[in-house]
Structure formats: structure tokens, C-alpha cells
């Protein structure tokens, strides 16, 4: 352990430490805390509950102090990302503790909270400012916030944010700093992910790692008991009273879960309350201080509040399910066993939960403990048991896996590779006769095709019932030559000159269906139509009433062609139509 004094931290700074009741620094701020002092970039890897707020707060107090102007309106000049709103406001009051004997001023802004409040603070101007990504973004959108004089930049629970989905938006923050900043990057695991997006934000940090991924405190006891689903709450119980618990965070999986178990607690004589996305901001924060002022003993909360929640009294934590991500186990029992102080985590696992929890041992890389004071045993050997989980993917509903020959649900011996079927399928597949066969099946159609081939020559007797269509009407598969069959027409060609009698057009056209005799001089008759209750015909050569006035198709009469060019001109004009 070192002492803060020996860090080279000035006065006002060192004063609010000893108010704090810190004496000495962990191992984290050991390590972090001077080479944040030369204005290095780091990405540290620490577990939780570390101290790791205090390891990048200290320095950027130390770098903001040397200032001696205000700083100016919507322009902050350190900035601190954070996942959620509850650590946001773990990370404020720890700035606001630190700097409380400085000149600093310091605003934190979130979703849920008012706008009005957040803009008036900051047009007044803030020296560090601590967001989340979402709501920060927001105001830079509303031209509130701009990062132009941002020097220093701290990316929190850098894991979480990853999982969260905001790393896109991160990345869109940083890109809006000046070039010249100093960037620092935490997180309780590092992976992959976490690489890559130090690679993008960071430059040339100093990697600093005080423990393992995913490691426990040796100062944090953890077990688990294996319980059927239904009987966690007594189970719970049970714990409360032979524990001596007084203080204690409940970890369940659902938001319903959170309120119902809450009222459970509540029913059965114990002062407790939930915390959960749904909650409104103004009562989370309540909630929040009545469980560190002691007013409620228990709290229930989801996986939103495993990294926001910082009381250093808390002596107890359960876990009424197992985490469905393995990482968040690690962040849940680590809200007990802070600051030095010994705690003890349980955890309930059914017969379902068998796979996370198997999950979870891979990532802590160990096997929990079993509690053997249970009331409520499940009679199961852990180790012999197949979990549900563990089964393949295609036994709980996933795809099939791949045969040799690389199609899903074949096991390669039913069809060859990748090739249709070639000659006759095997007996058994189909009934004998039936499709695919080599031949249709004799038979299959009464008279019909016996080879598979066209139809040639005449047509089988017996195919169609004598009489019928096709039948004596035509010669064998010929067309009809000479004369049609008796019945049909007279025999005979039609009469010259005109029709039959009776029929259209013969002879002259009766009066009041076409004019008498033939038109004069080859032009149109005198009249159209001059039938009895038809009004006499339009005169010859009036046909569609008057001229155009144009002379062109497509245009009535008192209407004006008009272009952007001149008519005279010639060719094709865009033309329009306007009344006269």
C-alpha cells in the first residue's frame, strides 16, 4: 500500500482524502494515479470495487486546478462517460467529495431528469462533467454541449458500455474532442472488444492490470445452493434469519420479479423495496437513499443497478437466479466485500439454471462452493447431471448440425453429395407404380399412355365413350375437307350477292336503320340515321362538330397553344394549356 501523500497531490485535494477516511490507496490507484499525473493514456483492468473512481478522479482535479479562468459556457474541459445513470451518479458524488475544497464546478446529466435544469447548468459553464452517452449526445445535438475544448476524456465500465450496444455512440463523442487530449479507459474485464476499441480511443496507453478477468475478492465468500424454483423465496428467507442479515442487495432477473419478490419481503415483516428500469429517476434516486440511510434494509433490484449501487455497509448479497450473462455475476456479488470490509454472496440455482451456472465457473475460471445448510435440498448430484442447457443445439429448438458433406439436418448417407437422384429410386421409398418410377405404371390411366411418350397415331379405342367430342365430326386426325356434316350449314355456298333471308343486310337496309340505296358520288350520305324516334342525322362533313381552331389533333376549340418558344421557330415545344 502507498501513501496518497507521496503522490504529488496538492493540498485541497489531500485534505478531502482525509475526510473521506482514506488512508492509503489500493492497488489500482497505486499503479494508475502517476502515470495519469505525467498525462499518459492508460486503460486499466481492475475488479470491482477497487477504488478505480478515485484513481482517475484525483488526477483530473489535479490537471483542472492549474486553470485559472472560468471555463466557458457548454464547453466542459474533462468529460466522464458512464454506462448507466446510477453509476453516473456514484461517479458525481465521488468528484463532488474530492473537489469540494476547490473551485470546481461539476454537472452531471442523464436520461429521466429534466432539461431545463441540466441546459441552466450548464450555460453557467462546468469544469468536469459526467454523462451518459445517450442523454450527452442529445445535447450536443441541441447545440447545449460542445467538446472543443475537452482535454480530458474517462471511458467507465468500457465492458458494460460494449454490452450495452453504445459503442458506436462512443466513438461519435470522441471523435468530437480536439485532437490533443488525454483519454483514459476502465474496466473490470478485458476482452476482445475492449482491444479493439482501446485501439481507437487511446493512444499508445499504458495497459495497467491488477487482477485477473473476471476475479473474486479474497475478502468476498460466495456459494451456491441448489433449490427447486419454487421454494427461493423460502429459501430466502430461511438465509435472513439464520445469517443475521442485516443489510442486504437481492439480485433477481425480471423486473415483475423485483416488485413481487419486494412485496413478499414486505408481507413477511422486513423493511425492503426495488429498484428496476421501470422506476422513474426521482424514485430511484429516493430509493437509493433510503437504503444508504438505513431506512430499508433490502433491496431488490435487476442487473441495471449491479454496477451503480456503491454502499459500503452492505453484508450480504443473493442471487435468486443465475445471471444469464456469466460476466454479471462478478459485478453482482461485488457490491459487498468494498472498501476493505469482508461480505458474503449466495447464490439459488435450480435444476434449469444448471448450464449459466456452469457458465459462470468457466468464466471466474473455479467451481462455487456448495452451502450445505439448506432446508430445501434438490436431491440431484451436480456433477453427474446432464444440464438442460448443455444439450445440442437442435435438442432445444437451434438447427441441426451439418453433416460431412455440408447440408444441415443430412447425416450424408441418405443422398449422395450434393448430386440429385440418378436411375430408379430403391423399393420402400414409394409404393410400386407411383411417381418417379422409371415408367408410369401401366394402367395408371385407363387406356391411356403405357411407355411415358406422346400420344401418336390415333388414339387408343376405349379412351373416350363413343359419341362423344372428336367422334365422326372429323376424319382420323385430319382437317375438314369439303362440305360440313348435314345440320350444321345448308349445303351449299352462301347465296350470291346477298345474305339468307331474314338475315343482316339483305337487300336494302329497312327504314331507320341505314339511308336508301348506295352513298352519291362515293361521299357520305345526305344523312346519318333517319329512323322513326331519331332525330335527324348531322350534316355530311360535320363529323366531331366544328374544326379546331389549331388545326391540330388533341385540342377543342377555344383553347390557345402556348410554349416557351415562339411557334415559328418549328420542332416539338413543350406546350400548355390555358383557357382563352
Not at 490507484?29 to 473512481?53: C, F, H, R, Y
Not at 414409394?430 to 411417381?435: H, V
Amino acid at each position: 500500500m502507498t501513501d496518497f501523500s507521496t503522490l504529488s497531490l496538492s493540498a485541497p485535494v489531500l485534505r478531502a482524502i482525509e475526510e473521506q477516511g482514506f488512508t492509503s490507496t489500493t492497488e489500482i490507484q497505486a499503479a494508475t494515479i502517476p502515470a495519469l499525473m505525467t498525462g499518459q493514456d492508460v486503460i486499466g483492468i481492475s475488479q470491482t470495487g477497487g477504488g478505480k473512481t478515485a484513481a482517475f478522479v484525483l488526477p483530473m482535479i489535479e490537471r483542472l486546478m492549474a486553470y485559472e479562468d472560468k471555463p466557458k459556457s457548454g464547453m466542459p474541459r474533462a468529460l466522464i462517460l458512464a454506462p448507466t445513470r446510477e453509476l453516473a451518479l456514484q461517479i458525481s458524488e465521488t468528484v463532488k467529495a474530492l473537489s469540494r475544497h476547490t473551485e470546481l464546478k461539476n454537472c452531471t446529466i442523464f436520461g429521466g431528469a429534466p432539461y431545463r435544469t441540466q441546459i441552466h447548468i450548464l450555460r453557467r459553464g462546468v469544469d468536469i462533467l459526467v454523462a451518459t452517452p445517450g442523454r450527452l449526445l442529445d445535447h450536443m445535438k441541441q447545440g447545449n454541449i460542445y467538446l472543443d475544448e475537452t482535454e480530458y476524456f474517462v471511458l467507465d465500465e468500457a465492458d458494460r458500455m460494449l454490452d450495452m450496444g453504445f459503442v458506436d455512440d462512443v466513438r461519435l463523442v470522441a471523435a468530437k474532442m480536439m485532437s490533443d487530449h488525454q483519454s483514459v479507459m476502465f474496466s473490470a474485464t478485458m476482452n476482445g472488444g475492449i482491444r479493439t476499441l482501446a485501439n481507437t480511443l487511446l493512444e499508445n496507453p499504458a495497459q495497467i492490470e491488477v487482477a485477473r478477468e473476471a476475479t473474486i475478492a479474497d475478502n468476498l465468500s460466495h456459494k451456491v445452493l441448489f433449490v427447486p424454483y419454487d421454494k427461493k423465496h423460502d429459501l430466502l428467507l430461511h438465509m435472513i434469519e439464520t445469517k443475521k442479515v442485516t443489510k442486504s442487495l437481492i439480485f433477481v432477473r425480471t423486473k415483475r420479479e423485483a416488485d413481487e419478490l419486494a412485496g413478499f419481503m414486505e408481507a413477511s415483516g422486513f423493511s425492503a423495496d426495488s429498484i428496476h428500469g421501470d422506476k422513474q429517476q426521482r424514485q430511484r434516486e429516493r430509493i437509493i437513499r433510503g437504503f444508504k440511510g438505513d431506512r430499508t434494509d433490502f433491496l431488490v433490484a435487476t442487473d441495471v443497478a449491479a454496477r451503480g449501487i456503491d454502499v459500503k455497509d452492505i453484508g450480504h448479497v443473493f442471487n435468486i437466479d443465475v445471471p444469464v450473462e456469466p460476466e454479471s455475476y462478478v459485478h453482482r456479488i461485488g457490491r459487498t466485500a468494498r472498501g476493505g470490509k469482508s461480505g458474503e454472496a449466495y447464490t439459488f440455482c435450480s435444476k434449469s439454471e444448471f448450464g449459466l451456472l456452469r457458465a459462470v465457473e468457466r468464466v471466474i475460471k473455479m467451481e462455487i462452493e456448495t452451502e450445505e445448510d439448506n432446508p430445501f435440498p434438490l436431491k440431484i448430484d451436480r456433477h453427474k447431471v446432464k444440464p438442460r442447457n448443455d444439450r445440442p443445439a437442435h435438442r432445444r429448438g437451434g438447427p441441426r448440425p451439418f453433416a460431412k458433406d455440408g447440408k444441415p439436418g443430412f447425416k450424408g448417407t441418405k443422398r449422395p453429395s450434393g448430386k440429385p437422384f440418378a436411375g430408379k429410386r430403391a423399393d420402400g421409398p414409394r409404393p410400386e407404380g407411383k411417381r418417379f418410377d422409371d415408367r408410369r405404371s401401366e394402367g395408371r390411366r385407363e387406356g391411356g399412355r403405357s411407355d411415358g411418350n406422346r400420344f401418336e397415331g390415333k388414339r387408343s379405342e376405349g379412351a373416350r365413350p363413343e359419341g362423344k367430342r372428336f367422334e365422326e365430326r372429323r376424319p382420323e386426325g385430319k382437317r375438314f375437307e369439303g362440305k360440313r356434316t348435314e345440320g350444321k350449314r345448308p349445303e351449299g355456298k352462301r347465296p350470291e350477292g346477298q345474305r339468307a333471308e331474314g338475315k343482316r343486310f339483305e337487300g336494302k337496309k329497312p327504314a331507320g336503320k341505314w339511308t336508301e340505296g348506295k352513298r352519291a358520288d362515293g361521299g357520305k350520305p345526305e344523312e346519318r340515321r333517319a329512323g322513326p324516334g331519331k332525330p335527324a342525322g348531322k350534316p355530311a362533313g360535320k363529323k366531331f362538330g366544328p374544326k379546331k381552331a389549331t388545326g391540330k389533333p388533341g385540342f377543342k376549340a377555344g383553347f390557345k397553344a402556348t410554349g416557351t418558344r415562339k411557334a415559328k421557330t418549328g420542332g416539338n415545344q413543350p406546350l400548355k394549356r390555358r383557357s382563352a
